[in-house]
C-alpha cells in the first residue's frame, strides 16, 4: 500500500517535471538544457563512447601522421607517374578506409548518446545495454546518415584534389592555367570547411530521427531537413545551430589549447621521457602523451553535439507536432491506470 501511494506520487512529480522540460525552448534555452543534460549524463556518455572515440581519433592520427604528407612528399621526386599513382593510392586509403572507419565510430557513438538523452527527456527508463544495443541495431542507418552527410561534404575535397593534381601536373608553357587551377584548388578546400557545418546542420536531426522513429537513413535526413525548415507558419530551426557551431568551435579552441598549454607548463612530455631508459619507447609515450588533448576534445565534443541536436529534435516536434501534448497523455493515462489498480 504504501509502495503503491509512493510510485503513484514519484509519478506525478516526473510528469510535473517533464511538463515543465517539454515546451517550446528559445536557443539560448536550449544551450543551457544542452549543459544540464550534461552535468546530469555527462560521465555516462563519456565513458559509453569513450572506446568508438578512440578508434576515431586514432585514425586521424595515423592519417594524419603517415596517409596526408603522402600527397605533399613522393618517394620519386622526378617521376611524374610514381607521384601520380602514390597521390591516388594516398586519397583512396582516406576515402574509402579512413573516412569509413571514421563514420563507424562517431555513428556508433551517436547512437547511444541520442537514444539515452531522447529517453532522458521523454522520462522513460534506459540502461546502457539498451543504449548499446539499439546503436548497434541502427548502426546501418547511422551509418548511412552520416555517408549523406560526409559524402556533401567531401565534393569540394575531391574537387580541390583534382584540380592540384592537374595544377601540378599540367605541360610545360601553361603557367595561368597552373595558377588558375591552383587558386580554384586552394579555393574548393577551403568551401569545405563552408559546405560541412551547412550539410551537417540539414542532417543533423537524422539520428534522433532514425532513434525515435526508426525511418531509414534517407527519409531521415529528409525529414531532419523538413523539421528545421521554415514555413509561412513556423519559424526555422537553424537558427540555434549557429550558436550550437560557436560553442562547438570554442570547445575545440580552448579545451585544446588549454589542454596543451598545461601539458607545455609542468612539461609531462619530458618527465615522461625521464621515466623510461629506453629512447623508443620514451618516445612513444612522450607522443602518445601529446595526443590526450586532442583525444578528449573530440570525446566532449561528440556527446555535446548529440545532446544538444537530440533537444533540438524534441524542441521542433513540440513546435510542430505536439509531442508534449501525447507524451503528457500518455503520463496520465499511466498514472490513471496505476491509481485505479492501488487497493
Known amino acids: 500500500m504504501r509502495l503503491s501511494t509512493l510510485n503513484s ?89 579512413g573516412v569509413p572507419l571514421i563514420i563507424i565510430a562517431v555513428a556508433y557513438s551517436s547512437g547511444i548518446v541520442t537514444h539515452i538523452t531522447l529517453r532522458h527527456l521523454l522520462g522513460e527508463p534506459s540502461t546502457d545495454r539498451d543504449a548499446t544495443r539499439m546503436a548497434s541495431r541502427n548502426l546501418g ?14 565534393i569540394p575535397a575531391v574537387l580541390a ?15 595561368l592555367w597552373d595558377a588558375l587551377a591552383g587558386y580554384l584548388g586552394v579555393a574548393a ?32 535526413s529528409k525529414r531532419s531537413s523538413f523539421l528545421l525548415a521554415k514555413n509561412w507558419d513556423r519559424v526555422s530551426g537553424y537558427d540555434v545551430f549557429g550558436s550550437v557551431w560557436v560553442l562547438c568551435f570554442i570547445l575545440f579552441l580552448f579545451l585544446g589549447a588549454g589542454l596543451r ?22 618516445r612513444i609515450i612522450s607522443s602518445l ?24 529534435y524534441v524542441d521542433r516536434r513540440i513546435r510542430l507536432e505536439g509531442l508534449d501534448i501525447e507524451v503528457l497523455s500518455r503520463d496520465a493515462k499511466l498514472v490513471s491506470a496505476q491509481l485505479h489498480t492501488d487497493p
Not at 510528469?15 to 525552448?25: T, V
Not at 542507418?141 to 567531401?154: D, E, F, H, R
Not at 590526450?292 to 570525446?299: K, T
Request: with cysteine; charged share 15%.
Open 9 to 97: 506520487i514519484q509519478a506525478r512529480l516526473r510528469m510535473r517535471e517533464r511538463r515543465l522540460a517539454l515546451r517550446p525552448m528559445m536557443a539560448s534555452e536550449i544551450t543551457d538544457m544542452g549543459f544540464l543534460v550534461m552535468r546530469e549524463l555527462g560521465l555516462r556518455l563519456l565513458r559509453l563512447v569513450a572506446v568508438p572515440t578512440l578508434l576515431a581519433y586514432a585514425v586521424f592520427v595515423y592519417f594524419g601522421a603517415f596517409v596526408l604528407p603522402g600527397f605533399t612528399a613522393t618517394s620519386d621526386p622526378g617521376n611524374k607517374a610514381r607521384e601520380i599513382g602514390e597521390i591516388l593510392l594516398t586519397g583512396a586509403l582516406t576515402v574509402f578506409v
Open 141 to 154: 542507418k547511422m551509418l548511412g546518415a552520416l555517408a549523406i552527410t560526409s559524402s556533401g561534404a567531401l
Open 161 to 175: 584534389v583534382l584540380l592540384l593534381l592537374a595544377s601540378a601536373f599540367s605541360p610545360e608553357g601553361t603557367r
Open 189 to 220: 578546400f577551403l568551401m569545405t570547411f563552408l559546405v560541412f557545418p551547412y550539410v551537417a546542420t540539414r542532417t543533423a536531426l537524422a539520428p534522433s530521427v532514425i532513434v525515435e522513429e526508426g525511418l531509414g537513413a534517407r527519409a531521415a
Open 261 to 282: 598549454a598545461f601539458l607545455a607548463l609542468f612539461e609531462v612530455p619530458v618527465y615522461a621521457q625521464e621515466l623510461f631508459h629506453s629512447p623508443k619507447v620514451a
Open 289 to 312: 602523451v601529446e595526443m590526450v588533448p586532442g583525444y578528449l576534445v573530440l570525446l566532449v565534443l561528440i556527446p555535446i553535439w548529440c545532446v544538444i541536436c537530440a533537444i533540438v
